[in-house]
C-alpha cells in the first residue's frame, strides 16, 4: 500500500467457521498496541547477528523522527539539535524534530546534502520561519563533532534564533547524564555495551552569547544553547575549537567526496544514491535492528517505522552499490516479516502489525541472487532461502485462476488489521499489486469466494516466472536439487500460460479479464515485463519495443516512462498510478530489456531515466516517490513523498548501463 487515502467500501464478510467469532475478531478492540498472534521475527544466523553488530554501532542519524539528532549505537545516546524562533511581542516556536519533505503550513524546508554510509560525514540545510542554517557532523576516531552555521535568510526577523543541543538517551536505555561547568557528561549502563560506556560533551557556545540551561523552550534533559549570531560548535571525548571542529569536518568531507569520485562516470549516481539510503536509514529499537524503511516522514506517521514489500528489496538493491551489510540488512528483515500464512506482507509497520491479507510484487528472488552475484555469501542465500521459498510456494497455491495468476486479498487471515478496511474487498486485491489506484483494475470484478480478481495479470505473471528461475538457481547454488526442480517446472507452466496472453495484433502481451473472457487493452509498464522473465521471443521484444515503447504516443517523450500510455485517457489525471512516473517500474523494464539485443534501445531508455531523476535532486535534492509525466516534476502534487528512496532506482538504471558499458571495453 503506498497511499494514505483508504477507499471505503462495503465488505462483504467471509465467513470463516463461526461467523460469530468471525464478527467478533472483526469488530472487538484490542487492549494491547501490539498484533496478536503475529509471528515476530525469528532467530538470526550467526553471520547476520554479526551484519547487524557492525551496522548498529557510532554516531548516525539513527532516530527516525529527526534527521538533525545523532544516536551513539549501541548505547542509545543522542544529541537532538533544536531551533527556537524568538521574538519580542508574540509568536515564539520551537522546532525540535526535523524531517526532509514535509509540507504542513508551515514546515520547516529540509535541503539534505550529502550523507556517507556509516555517518562519518553529514550535511543538510534548514529554512524555517525566518532563518536558514545548515548543521554538519562528522567523526573523529570514535568521536563526533557537529558545527551548526546560519545562512542567509531572504527575510530577516528581529531577534536571533537559538540553538539547542539536547543530551539524553533514547529507547528506554539506561544512562545518566549529568552537568558540570562547560560540561555535560553522560554515562551508559545497558547491558548491550560491556563497559560502562561514557562520553564527554563540549560546546563552543562561549563564542556566542549563552543560556546557561535557562531557556525557555519545551526541551527534555540537560542541554547546550547558544544565540546562532555566528556558527555553534559540539563535539564529543575533548573539548574542540571551532577550527578544529571544521578541520575535521573538511577532512571527512574530502573522503566522501574522493570516495564517490572513485566511481568515475558513475560519481553523480552513487552520490545520490548513498545520500538517499543514508538519510532514510534508521534504527528501529522495537525489533533491535537497522534497517531503510521508504522515507522518515513514512515511518513516522507509521509509528515509528514501516517496510513495504518490494519497496525494501529495492531499498536492499540500491545499498549494494556500497554498503554490503545494508543491502543484506534489508533483504533479510523484509523476509524476516514474513506471515504466518507464508508471504512477504505488503507492509510490516511499528507494533508488529502486518498485512495478513495480502503481499506485494515477488521481486525478492532477482534482488537475493543479485546482490549473491556481486558479493558471493552463501551464508546469505541460507538465510533468504526458506521464506523465498515459502513465499513462492503460497502465490501458486493462493494466487492462481484458471492456470494463472491474479492478485488477491484473503480477509479472513488472523490476525486482522481492525484499522484497514481494504482487506478483504477489491481493493484490498489491488493493493496487492502495489499499484493502488492503477487504471489498468477499473473494471476488474473480485471474486468474495477465491479472494483474487478475476484478471490474468501479465505483470504478476511475469514477476513471478522470474522470481521462479531465480529461485531455481539459489536452490542450484545451494545443492537442493528437489526444490531446484519443483520451481523450473513452475517457471515452465506459468511461461506457457503467460505466452497465451500474447495479442499478435496489438503486438504486446495483453491482461486478461477472466470474468468477462475479454483482453484488457490498457498498456501499462507491467506489459513490458514478460521480458524481465526471459518470456518473450526475440521477435515479440523486438515488436514491444518498437510499437509501444518507443511510440511517443504511448510511452516514449521527454520524460519515461508513464504508469498508463499517454493516450489512456486516464493518463491526463496524472495521480498516483494513474500516468505519473515510477522508478521501480522503469527499473523492472530495463532488466527486461537488458535480456535481450537492443542496445540502442536500453541506452536510451536508461538516459532517459537519469536526465528526470537528475532535474529534480538537482534542483532541490529530491527523491520522488514518483514523477510527473509530462513535467517531469515530482513537486506538483502532495501525494509523492520528497525524498522515497526508489526514486533513486531511476538513476540506479543508468549505473548499471555505464557498469555493463564499461565492462564491455575491458
Not at 539528532?69 to 545516546?77: A, D, N, R
Amino acid at each position: 500500500m503506498k497511499t494514505i487515502m483508504r477507499l471505503r467500501m462495503a465488505v462483504i464478510a467471509i465467513l470463516v467457521g463461526s461467523a460469530g467469532l468471525w464478527l467478533n475478531a472483526q469488530t472487538t478492540p484490542l487492549n494491547t498496541r501490539m498484533a496478536p498472534g503475529q509471528p515476530g521475527t525469528g532467530p538470526r544466523s550467526l553471520q547476520y547477528s554479526q551484519v547487524q553488530q557492525r551496522l548498529a554501532r557510532g554516531w548516525n542519524t539513527w532516530d527516525t523522527h529527526s534527521v538533525t539528532t545523532q544516536v551513539l549505537l549501541p548505547e542509545g545516546l543522542a544529541i537532538q539539535v533544536g531551533m527556537k524562533h524568538n521574538s519580542t511581542e508574540w509568536g515564539d516556536a520551537y522546532l525540535g524534530d526535523a524531517l526532509i519533505g514535509r509540507l504542513e503550513k508551515g514546515a520547516e524546508v529540509v535541503t539534505p546534502g550529502p550523507h556517507s554510509w556509516d555517518g562519518s560525514y553529514t550535511d543538510l540545510s534548514i529554512a524555517w520561519r525566518e532563518h536558514k542554517w545548515r548543521i554538519q557532523s562528522a567523526h573523529e576516531g570514535n568521536d563526533l563533532v557537529m558545527l551548526v552555521s546560519p545562512l542567509p535568510s531572504d527575510t530577516k526577523s528581529a531577534l536571533p534564533q537559538t540553538v539547542v543541543f539536547t543530551v539524553n538517551y533514547l529507547w528506554n536505555r539506561p544512562g545518566t547524564v549529568m552537568r558540570r561547568e562547560g560540561v555535560i557528561d553522560a554515562g551508559s549502563h545497558s547491558e548491550s555495551v560491556k563497559d560502562a560506556s561514557r562520553v564527554s560533551l563540549f560546546c563552543t557556545c562561549e563564542s556566542t552569547t549563552t543560556h546557561s540551561g535557562n531557556i525557555n523552550a519545551p526541551v527534555g534533559g540537560l542541554h547546550f544553547a547558544a544565540d546562532l549570531v555566528g556558527p555553534v560548535g559540539l563535539s564529543t571525548g575533548r573539548q574542540r575549537s571551532l577550527g578544529e571542529i571544521r578541520t575535521a569536518i573538511e577532512k571527512q568531507k574530502t573522503a566522501y567526496e574522493q570516495s564517490v569520485q572513485a566511481a568515475g562516470k558513475n560519481a553523480p549516481i552513487v552520490d545520490a544514491i548513498e545520500t538517499t539510503l543514508g538519510w532514510d536509514t534508521i534504527y528501529d529499537p522495537e525489533k533491535e535492528r537497522v534497517i531503510s524503511p521508504v522515507s522518515r516522514v513514512w515511518s513516522v506517521s507509521w509509528g515509528g517505522y514501516v517496510l513495504f514489500d518490494w519497496d525494501t528489496f529495492f531499498a536492499a538493491t540500491l545499498a549494494g552499490i556500497g554498503d554490503k551489510d545494508l543491502a543484506y540488512a534489508n533483504a533479510l528483515e523484509i523476509l524476516r516479516e514474513e506471515t504466518a500464512q507464508g508471504f512477504v506482507p505488503n507492509y510490516a509497520r511499528s507494533g508488529n502489525w502486518k498485512s495478513s491479507d495480502r503481499s506485494e510484487p515477488p521481486v525478492g528472488a532477482i534482488t537475493v541472487l543479485g546482490l549473491y552475484e556481486k558479493f558471493h555469501d552463501q551464508w546469505f542465500l541460507e538465510d533468504a532461502f526458506p521464506p523465498l521459498l515459502r513465499w513462492n510456494r503460497w502465490w501458486a497455491e493462493h494466487r492462481d485462476i484458471q492456470g494463472y495468476l491474479a492478485w488477491g486479498s484473503d480477509g479472513q487471515n488472523q490476525p486482522a488489521n481492525l484499522d484497514d478496511d481494504s482487506r478483504g474487498t477489491r481493493q484490498g486485491a489491488i493493493l496487492e499489486s502495489g499499484l493502488d489506484n492503477s487504471p489498468m483494475y477499473d473494471d476488474s470484478t473480485y471474486n468474495q469466494q477465491s479472494h483474487v480478481l478475476e484478471y490474468a495479470d501479465v505483470g504478476l505473471m511475469s514477476m513471478y516466472i522470474a522470481d521462479c528461475d531465480a529461485l531455481a538457481k539459489i536452490a542450484d547454488e545451494l545443492g537442493k536439487a528437489a526444490e531446484a526442480k519443483e520451481l523450473k517446472d513452475r517457471a515452465a507452466r506459468y511461461r506457457a500460460k503467460l505466452a497465451t496472453l500474447w495479442d499478435e495484433q496489438s503486438g504486446i502481451f495483453l491482461n486478461k479479464d477472466l470474468h468477462t473472457g475479454q483482453s484488457n487493452k490498457r498498456l501499462s509498464p507491467t506489459n513490458f515485463y514478460p521480458m524481465l522473465a526471459h518470456a518473450a521471443t526475440p521477435e515479440q521484444a523486438k515488436t514491444m519495443v518498437e510499437k509501444h515503447l518507443m511510440n511517443p504516443e504511448e510511452f516514449w517523450g521527454q520524460w519515461v516512462i508513464p504508469a498508463i500510455e499517454r493516450n489512456d485517457p486516464a493518463f491526463k489525471d496524472q495521480n498516483y498510478w494513474r500516468g505519473r512516473i515510477w522508478g521501480p517500474m522503469n527499473f523492472l523494464v530495463y532488466l527486461g530489456l537488458a535480456n535481450y539485443k537492443d542496445p540502442d534501445a536500453r541506452s536510451a531508455f536508461a538516459q532517459k531515466s537519469y536526465d528526470l531523476f537528475l532535474k529534480e535532486w538537482k534542483e532541490n535534492g529530491h527523491v520522488h516517490e514518483n514523477y510527473n509525466a509530462t513535467l517531469g516534476t515530482g513537486d506538483d502534487v502532495s501525494s509523492s513523498d520528497r525524498f522515497y528512496h526508489w526514486g533513486a532506482l531511476l538513476g540506479y538504471v543508468e549505473y548499471l548501463e555505464k557498469s555493463a558499458a564499461t565492462e564491455a571495453t575491458e
